[in-house]
């Protein structure tokens, strides 16, 4: 169970986090200022779409599985009151 005051966290592919030139990299614990995550992002939830900002790519790789887990700057609380 995720306390509301806990860092919230998104799972993603890791394709979509960074345009690897080597597919056998693994990236671990990195901080890319600017970097923005959409939830909801499909094409008939436009209108719920929400962007929050990324604290770190705690983990990407497209070695042996496409798989990202991001921190985002937001906590779990935050996120479950925003819908």
Known sequence: VV???GP???LTA???IEEQSDPNAVYVNRVEPGFEFV???FIDTQDRQR????RRIAYSTM????LAIV??????????NAG
Do not use: F
């Open 63 to 66: 070695k042996g599985h496409d």
């Open 51 to 54: 962007v929050v900002p990324v």
């Open 71 to 80: 921190e985002l700057a937001a906590t779990y609380g935050e996120l479950v």
């Open 3 to 5: 306390p509301p005051d």
């Open 39 to 41: 939830l909801n992002w």
């Open 8 to 10: 919230a966290y998104a």
């Open 14 to 16: 890791g394709h979509c």
